[in-house]
C-alpha cells in the first residue's frame, strides 16, 4: 500500500519552493542510489510550477536527469498544444541536460497515435531495459477538473490497460483529442509520484480523490505499491480535506 501525504503551503509561490527543494533531495538520492535520476512531467500548470526555482538551483546535477513525458498530445514541437514545447520553455531551455536524456514523442508519428504510443514504449525500453514495468524515480502529476491524470480520463477503456506500459487515445474530451498516455501499470511502479495542484479550483476534486478514493475518478487509482504519493497542493486547494490531513513538509 502507498504511502500517500499531504503538504500544503500558503501560496502556490510557497509550492513551488517546496517542489524545488523536494525534486533537488529526490535527485540527489537517486543519483547516489543509480547514477541518474529519470523523471516525468505532465502538462498543464505543473511544468512553470515545478520549474520556476528548481531551473536556477544550482546544487542540482541535471547531467545525470533522464527527462519523460506522463503524457503527450499528438502534434509537433512546436504546436501550442504539445508538452514537450511547455516543458522545454519552463524548463529544458534553461538547464544543461543532454538531449540524449531527453525523451519525448516521435515528432515523425503524431499523425499516428498508436504508432506514437508504440514507439515511446520503446523508447522507454531502451532506457530501462524490457524485463519488468519502469521504476521511474519520480511522476509529477496535475488533476482536471473531472479527476484525470495525465491522459487517462473517466469512462475511457485506457484506465484498463494492464500490459502496456504506454497507450494512446483518439477520443480524449479535452482537446487535442489524438494523445499518447503512459498506463497505471507504469504510475503504480514509480517510487515517487507527486502530484501539484494549485488555485483552489479543484479543492472539491481533491477532496474526492485523497479523502473519499473515487475510484471513479483516474487519479484516485494512482497508489504505488511500494512507492509514495505526495500532494504538493495551496491552502486553497487542501481546506476540504477532512480525513487526509496535511502533514510538515520536511526532507
Not at 56 to 73: I, L, T
Not at 98 to 120: C, H, M, T
Not at 184 to 204: I, M, Y
Amino acid at each position: 500500500m502507498s504511502n500517500v501525504k499531504v503538504f500544503s503551503f500558503p501560496t502556490a509561490d510557497d509550492v513551488a519552493r517546496s517542489l524545488d527543494a523536494y525534486l533537488a533531495h529526490a535527485s540527489a538520492q537517486a543519483i547516489a542510489r543509480t547514477g541518474r535520476f529519470t523523471v516525468a512531467f505532465s502538462g498543464g500548470s505543473l511544468p512553470a510550477t515545478a520549474a520556476k526555482y528548481l531551473k536556477s538551483n544550482k546544487a542540482v546535477d541535471f547531467s545525470k536527469w533522464f527527462v519523460f513525458w506522463a503524457d503527450e498530445r499528438c502534434v509537433g514541437y512546436t504546436d501550442g498544444d504539445s508538452n514537450y514545447k511547455l516543458v522545454k520553455e519552463e524548463f529544458l531551455d534553461h538547464v544543461s541536460i543532454p538531449s540524449s536524456q531527453v525523451v519525448a514523442i516521435n515528432e515523425s508519428l503524431v499523425g499516428d497515435s498508436e504508432a506514437a504510443a508504440k514507439d515511446y514504449e520503446e523508447q522507454l525500453q531502451r532506457v530501462f531495459g524490457q524485463e519488468g514495468v519502469p521504476v521511474f524515480d519520480c511522476i509529477l502529476l496535475g488533476i482536471g477538473p473531472d479527476g484525470h491524470t495525465c491522459s487517462l480520463f473517466p469512462g475511457h477503456p485506457q484506465i484498463s490497460e494492464t500490459e502496456k506500459w504506454v497507450t494512446h487515445i483518439d477520443d480524449s474530451p479535452k482537446p487535442p483529442p489524438r494523445r499518447i498516455t503512459l498506463t497505471l501499470p507504469v504510475l503504480n511502479n514509480a517510487r515517487e509520484v507527486a502530484f501539484v495542484v494549485t488555485g483552489g479550483s479543484k479543492a472539491d476534486m481533491v477532496k474526492i480523490i485523497v479523502d473519499d478514493k473515487d475510484l471513479t475518478k483516474p487519479s484516485a487509482h494512482v497508489a504505488p505499491a511500494t512507492g509514495s504519493v505526495y500532494w504538493f497542493v495551496d491552502d486553497a486547494t487542501s481546506k476540504d480535506l477532512s480525513v487526509v490531513k496535511p502533514s510538515t513538509f520536511k526532507l
